[in-house]
């Protein structure tokens, strides 16, 4: 390429905010297509890529169904969202999603692969979730990495999400000089690269859990996840 091009290229490009949305995903629910449809509604994506988790190392312990499984779940409930993307990055080189993947490892990919000028990645993340962050491999360096959009969940309180950022990794004093549109009443800290955003009134109380005992003891999930999903459960006989 030479520089001309590539100058023209650059002026072209429209800086993208890519947002991230991982999760054990066991099955996707309306829960996180709500939290993804509220993050989309402020912060305008260009694009959401649901990243089912190979071995979530919190959960490590806990059976989940296999990676293909939660793929397919996860790409039958995006069908009518365009921008909404399901993602392999970490499905591993046999599709399996046998090998661990880390978060930290998987931001570094999406900043790799978007790289143009201006281009932000978001991380969404439940507020459960985001309590647990100082158990993730190289948490610090992740916070600096990505802005973080934090989905309150029922009973944790947004003081509670600042106390796990260590002191030392806040930046700048709450004002934001970027032509952020977003309000700053929902800015649980500015880090010196990167922000912390809590999105409210996305609570629900579904949980993956819920489906997965339902779907054991025969009752119905319909409305918790897509037609499409409940379709999907109930013709693998998963969760039986
Ligand atoms: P499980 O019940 O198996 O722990 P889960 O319902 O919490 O699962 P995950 O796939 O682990 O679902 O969640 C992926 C992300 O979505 C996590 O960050 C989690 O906090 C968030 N999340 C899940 N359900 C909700 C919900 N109802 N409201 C807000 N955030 C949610």
């Known amino acids: 390429m030479t520089t001309a091009q590539a100058q023209r290229i650059a002026a072209k490009h429209h800086p993208r905010r890519i947002a991230l949305f991982g999760g054990s995903f066991d099955p996707i629910h309306s829960g996180h297509l709500a939290v993804a449809r509220a993050a989309d509604r402020r912060f305008n994506f260009d694009e959401i890529h649901f990243v089912p988790a190979s071995r979530p190392p919190h959960k ?6 296999p990676f293909p499984h ?8 995006l069908t009518e969202h365009p921008h909404f993307v399901p993602s392999v990055a970490e ?3 046999d599709f399996s999603g046998a090998q ?5 490892d998987t931001v570094r990919y999406f900043r790799h692969a978007y790289h143009g000028h201006g281009d932000r990645i ?5 507020a459960d979730a985001f309590l647990d962050i100082p158990m993730w491999k190289e948490y610090e360096a ?9 989905a309150n969940r029922p009973g944790i309180r947004a003081e509670a999400l600042r106390l796990v950022i260590p002191p030392e990794l806040m930046g700048r004093d709450g004002k934001r000089k970027d032509s952020e549109a977003v309000h700053e009443s929902s800015v649980v ?3 010196y690269r990167t922000s912390v955003y809590l999105l409210e009134n996305v609570a629900s109380e579904v949980s993956a859990t819920d489906i997965r005992r339902r779907a054991h003891r025969g009752q119905s999930i319909h409305g918790l996840v897509t037609s499409r999903v409940e379709e999907y459960i109930l013709k693998q006989g998963l969760y039986r």
């Open 122 to 126: 978001y991380f969404i993340v439940g």
């Open 60 to 65: 490590l312990k806990q059976h989940l169904a």
């Open 189 to 191: 800290a500015h880090l």
């Open 70 to 77: 939660r793929f397919a779940m996860v790409a039958l409930a």
């Open 100 to 104: 661990l993947h880390y978060s930290v």
């Open 142 to 150: 992740l916070l600096g990495l990505c802005d973080f959009i934090v």
């Open 91 to 93: 499905a591993g080189e």
